[in-house]
Structures are given as C-alpha cells and as structure tokens.
C-alpha cells in the first residue's frame, strides 16, 4: 500500500520464514526497510492512516496496529468471525470494515483506537467498504455487485443514513482470501475504478491432457 504522500510503499513478506512489514521508497531507490516482524503469524497490512502514524494489520484471524512513532504492534480484536477490509477515515478516528458475525458479510464503523462500540452501515449484505475523503459518505459493495453509498456523519459520534444504490457492476471473482477490494473511488467520490470481470462470447473450451508425465518421458 502506499503512504499518503506516495513516496512510500508498504508491503507484507514471508521471505526470511515469518512475516513481517517492509518499507520501501516509491521510485524504487534505496534498500528494503523491515518495520516490524509478526513471527508465525499471518499479516498483512490493510490501511495506512492519512496522518501516516498508524497502519491496520490482520494478524492471523484478528486485527491489529502498528504505531509508527512508537514502533508498537497492539491488537484491536481477535475475531471468532471473518473481518475484512477494515479502512481509516481520513480523520484517522473511525475505521470501517466488513464482518460476517450475523452470518453474512456486512459493513460496521467502530471508533479508533478505542474500538468501544461499532454501528452498521450496511443493509442486506455489504463488503468492501470505502471513505470518501471527506468523511461524509461511505461507499461499500452489495452482495448482488453493486456499489452503494451511505451518508455518514463521522465527528465527535457517528450516524450513518440510509444506503443508495448508484449502479450495477459487473465485478471479478476474488482470487484469494487476500484478494480484499475489487473496486477503487476517487478522493471527490466522483470517479470508481472496477476490476471488471470480462464475457468471452465464444470461449475454448477446456480441454484435459491425461498421462501427461509419460509424455515428457518421451
């Protein structure tokens, strides 16, 4: 992921046998810096604050973050549910992300770093969820692909209105369970870029080489 200034990039590697986050400049000078090592544990970061102090790590099954200044890993929750996604406002006191603990995915907004209390966005089934830069609306995708937008009310408390839908996509498969956002918006909200998912009208059809190693034997 990138710094909010997009000089850095943040990443996750297992290369040394454990994972760990690694820090290295945009315009590809320099060495590799390793900023923190999670051991055996999954982790990935999901979210890098605009304030550039904190960053959103899934470790294992849970949800962490490590702090800069500090340079101090702290666990917000282990989840007996799946979170995904989970996203700083741009204000850096609220983080929305998606949860599966009423059965199916859906969106909730909890307080940073306090985590004392969770509201949810969502109606019906909701995931990837995304800031507008202004913190006033919340975009997240349906279940059935379509990108929807709530307005949201993030200062002192939180308050969130009813979901719209602004259109139907036609969006890709996830890859992996790593595989978190299919969708990016503008900081104006004005502007989504999807990975859209593409109909061949006359594809090949499969085929299915058998006894392929006594080929190569040949």
């Known amino acids: 992921m990138w710094s909010a200034d997009s000089r850095k990039v943040l990443f996750s590697s297992n290369r040394n046998g454990t994972f760990a ?14 900023v923190v090592d999670y051991g055996g544990a999954l982790a990935n ?3 890098w604050s605009h304030d550039g102090n904190y960053v959103l790590v899934r470790t294992g099954s849970g949800l962490g973050y490590f702090a800069w200044r500090e340079r101090t890993t702290t666990a917000l929750f282990q989840a007996k549910w799946t979170v995904r996604g989970a996203q700083f406002s741009t204000d850096g006191r609220w983080m929305a992300y998606a949860s599966n603990e009423t059965g199916i995915m859906e ?19 909701g995931q990837e969820p995304k800031w507008r830069n202004d913190g006033k609306e919340l975009f ?4 059935d692909g379509k990108i929807m937008a709530v307005p949201v009310s993030a200062g002192t ?12 996509t036609h969006r890709r498969q996830p ?17 989504f870029l999807i990975a859209t998912k593409l109909d061949e009208p006359n594809p090949a059809p499969l085929s ?10 040949k």
């Open 45 to 47: 970061p999901w979210d």
């Open 140 to 143: 997240y995708m349906s279940t």
């Open 107 to 125: 969106v909730y907004v909890s307080p940073f770093p306090s985590v004392n209390g969770k509201w949810q966005v969502s109606s019906a089934g």
């Open 157 to 168: 408390s939180f308050e969130a209105g009813t979901p719209v839908a602004l259109f139907q």
């Open 21 to 34: 986050l690694y820090l290295k400049n945009a315009d590809g000078s320099g060495s590799e810096q390793q």
């Open 175 to 191: 890859l992996s369970s790593q595989d978190l956002f299919s969708y990016d918006v503008s900081s104006d909200g004005q502007r």
């Open 208 to 217: 299915v080489l058998l006894n392929w190693a006594s080929e190569m034997e």
